[in-house]
Every structure is written in C-alpha cells, then in structure tokens.
C-alpha cells in the first residue's frame, strides 16, 4: 500500500486540457433546466451557435469537442460533446439532443446500456436515462451527490458506478448511496479540479474495482478491503485520466503529467518513461477485436500498441487535431476517432474528417 510519493509540485502547469474545461465546463453552459423527461428531437442538421471554440474549431465539422462514443445494441452510432450535447446517428439519420430543444447536457463523460436496452449517459448535469422515447434526469435534486460527474460504469452485478467531483457513489437504479474510499497519503498532490474527484472507474475480471483519482493514484477494492496505489508503488503518476481492462485482465492507466501505464497485476510498465511514448496526457483507451490497444496523447496524436511495439498515428496520416479523446470501432469494422476538432474516421491507412455528409458506410 502506497503512502507517500515525492512527485513535485506542478501546479503551475497549465494544460490544454484544463483549459478547455474550464471554458466549456465552468464558464458557458453551467446553466441549465433539469426538465425530468423530454420529446425526441428530429433535427437533422447541426445546431446553430454563436459561440466558436478559440482553441481549435474545424468549419464543417459535426461539432467543436467530441469526447465520447458508443454503440448500442440496435446499432445505432451516439456521439458526446462538451458544446453540441447529444449525437445519434441510426444509420440514415444525424440528430441532435442539445440546448436548442430543451436538452442542456454539457460535457457528456460516459456511455452505458444496461440489460433492458436503456441508454444511459453521464455528464455535467448528472446521469441520464434514454429509454427510447424520453429522457430521465438524475440530480442532486434525487439523491446525486454532485451533478458533475467524470466517469459511469455498470459492475457484473447490475450496480451503477459513478465517479463524481465529490466522490464515488453506487445507483441501483432508484436511489444513490456514496461508496467511500481511502485517500493515500501523497505529498504535495498535483490535484486539478478536487482532490474527492474520481476519474475513471473500471472492473476487472476478478470483480475487483478500480478507482482513478485526481491526485492520489488508484484505489482498488476487492469487495473487502481498499489497497492505494502512488508513485510509490511504481504508478507513473498520480494524477489519473482513464483506466482501461484489457481482454488479458491488464490494467491500463492514463494520466495527466506522466504518460501511460500498465499494470499486470504485480508490476508497473511505464511505457512513457522508457521512451516507447512520447507526451504526457494519456486518455482514450480502447481495445479492438484483434486485441490491439489504442490510445490518445495529447499533442502527440494516437498510438496503437500490437503486444510487441507500438505504432504512432499524427498529422503526417490526416489526424489534424492535436487533441483526440475517444477511439471506437463498431460492429461495422468501422473505426471512428472523436476529439478536439470533431469526429474523424480511419481506414486502417489515413484518417478522414466527418462532416454532416459522413463519410459514413463502409
């Protein structure tokens, strides 16, 4: 168990990606009306707004930050947004859920589906249910412990878990309870946003759960007791951007100043700090059917790792965003990469730009 870590202070750094939250998340679009349910929108084309993202915007694209996508069991393609809310694309049609029909989710953190078919998401205005036809709101108003959330997963035994600024907490689809955890001892913590914050949350195939942090590693807990890790145990830092499970039970960690890790189960791989990555801002895990593993550094493009060497995908391919926080590839085969500057589509070779007129088949 990980006490102390001697990580120095680097709160004066100041990333694009905070930037970004702070002008989309905390300057623009905090105010909202929590309506509990909604009509479907039947929009088609993308919404007007007056408002440009001065750090990076691309004229044509589907919208100014894509941060999530998913596939439900329908098919159907969902995209989340810091600026445009909502994307559904059903294979013919593009709709938005946004502020210009009465939905105001902003900065859309997480997808789910549960075995109902219902279609959850998370953002900064709660937790969501799409049931189809109508929208449910979750809030504080009924029981949440902060509207902001950061991370949203349903554990084997059908319990939604939610990282939120103030914490973790559990949803049994009626009511939410808080899930404490232990806070390592860290000194002089790089926190960005709250120390009680909880990024990411995954599960791995023992049923243990792991939680990322914003300053002070990754606790797990194995249904009895919690074990922190820091620096001190080999994490390459403290301060967690996104965990992923791999299909080999591996735990792989983004973080903020120190790049990418994975975790075996007994040691640390710090693939950054060895020279095999370049940058420090990790997010965007995915694995593919063919087990590669893939991810987003900031300024530094994607990578793509086979099991023996990773190969770095950039501006040279057609990816002309510096910024990409979502990699997906759909029951199609089809592999989309979503980010600063909007959705992109990749054909094992060159990434092309989306735009309301696709490329979207095959």
Known sequence: MSKMTSKGNNNSIIHFSILCAAILGFGIFMSCDRQITAHKNTETLPPQTNYKDPLLYIDGQLCQHLRKIFQ???????????????????????????????????????????????????????????????????????????????????????????????????????????????????????????????????????????????????CKYDGVHFTNYTTEDGLCDNVIHELMVDSKGRIWIGTFFGGVSMYDGDTFTNFTQSGLVQGEEVSGFYEDRNGRIWFAVENNGVYCYDGTSFTNYNEKDGLNTNGILSIFEDREHRFWFGGWGGLFRFDGTAFTPVTKDGPWAK
Not at 111 to 117: L, S
Not at 139 to 164: Q, V
Not at 179 to 208: C, M, Q, W
């Open 72 to 218: 439900d069991n329908k098919g159907d393609l969902w995209f989340g947004t810091n600026v445009y809310g909502l994307m559904h694309y059903n294979g013919k049609t593009l709709e938005y859920f946004n502020r210009k029909n009465g939905h105001n989710y902003s900065r859309i953190t997480g997808f789910v589906q549960d075995k109902e078919g219902n279609l959850w998401f998370s953002s900064y205005q709660g937790l969501t249910k799409y049931d189809g036809l109508s929208f449910t709101d979750f809030t504080k108003n009924e029981g949440l412990p902060n509207d902001e959330l950061w991370s949203l997963t349903i554990a084997k035994d059908g319990t939604f878990l939610l990282g939120t600024s103030s914490g973790a907490c559990r949803f049994d689809g009626q009511n939410f309870s808080p899930f404490p955890l232990p806070r390592a001892v860290v000194k002089d913590p790089n926190t960005i946003l709250d120390e009680n914050r909880i990024v990411s949350i995954v599960e791995d195939k023992s049923g243990n759960l792991w939680f990322g942090t914003d300053g002070f590693g990754i």
